[in-house]
T-cell receptor
Framework: SQTIHQWPATLVQPVGSPLSLECTVE??????LYWYRQAAGRGLQLLFY??????ISSEVPQNLSASRPQDRQFILSSKKLLLSDSGFYLC????????????FGEGSWLTVV | AQSVTQLGSHVSVSEGALVLLRCNYS??????LFWYVQYPNQGLQLLLK??????LVKGINGFEAEFKKSETSFHLTKPSAHMSDAAEYFC????????????FGRGTSLIVHP
């Protein structure tokens, strides 16, 4: 069966510091990968998605970036965090093609102080 | 283009009462529709999914949803609420053509009173 893991689960970072959130998927090949963000009391915001290694699409301009160095690894990064980057970050995956279910990781709480 | 509207950011019910969470969608092509549940500090979990095989879709935990094309709706129901149903619920739509990335609604928080 397929599993998805992301880490760290929680982190507190000062403004201006770098960020790296990692996500890996097991049990499938060539998945679509996604990064979402949930701000407090708000819905899901799609940040990035990837259909293959090195292929990243950005949905929202910001100081975050994403990379997919391996087929089942997705990394969310920032060089300098802002207070507004605080939130709950969710990695997710799906099979390629229309109508496939998106499966979410456990989430990572980021607090920028 | 596709969109989802969830009516009511909060819904409050008594334990044992009917749960009704509303979702209306917009899609220029036949849609795929999803309901997800999110418990505090966790990721989203799929409750059920509509793929055009049947208009009434049964999901986990006693939830079901009915696809009504004429009303462009996909409301989520459960006959009898349980305290453990308290969570955030998200409706999502995915088009069968073009960009297949789902669009999520803003979520509805279900509050269950004893």
């Amino acid at each position: 069966s397929q599993t998805i893991h992301q880490w760290p689960a929680t982190l507190v970072q000062p403004v201006g510091s770098p960020l790296s959130l990692e996500c890996t998927v097991e049990g499938t090949s060539n998945p679509n990968l996604y990064w979402y963000r949930q701000a407090a009391g708000r819905g899901l915001q799609l940040l990035f998605y990837s259909v293959g290694i090195g292929q990243i699409s950005s949905e929202v301009p910001q100081n975050l970036s994403a990379s997919r160095p391996q087929d089942r690894q997705f990394i969310l990064s920032s060089k300098k965090l802002l207070l507004s980057d605080s939130g709950f970050y969710l990695c997710a995956w799906s099979l390629q093609g229309a109508g496939n279910t998106i499966y979410f990781g456990e989430g990572s709480w980021l607090t920028v102080v | 283009a596709q969109s989802v509207t969830q009516l009511g950011s909060h819904v409050s019910v008594s334990e044992g009462a009917l749960v009704l969470l509303r979702c209306n969608y917009s899609s220029s092509v036949p849609p795929y529709l999803f309901w997800y549940v999110q418990y505090p500090n966790q990721g989203l979990q799929l409750l059920l999914k509509y793929t055009s095989a049947a208009t009434l879709v049964k999901g986990i935990n006693g939830f079901e949803a009915e696809f009504k094309k004429s009303e462009t709706s996909f409301h989520l129901t459960k006959p009898s609420a349980h305290m453990s149903d308290a969570a955030e619920y998200f409706c999502a739509v995915s088009a069968s053509g073009g960009s297949y990335i789902p669009t999520f609604g803003r979520g509805t928080s279900l509050i269950v009173h004893p």
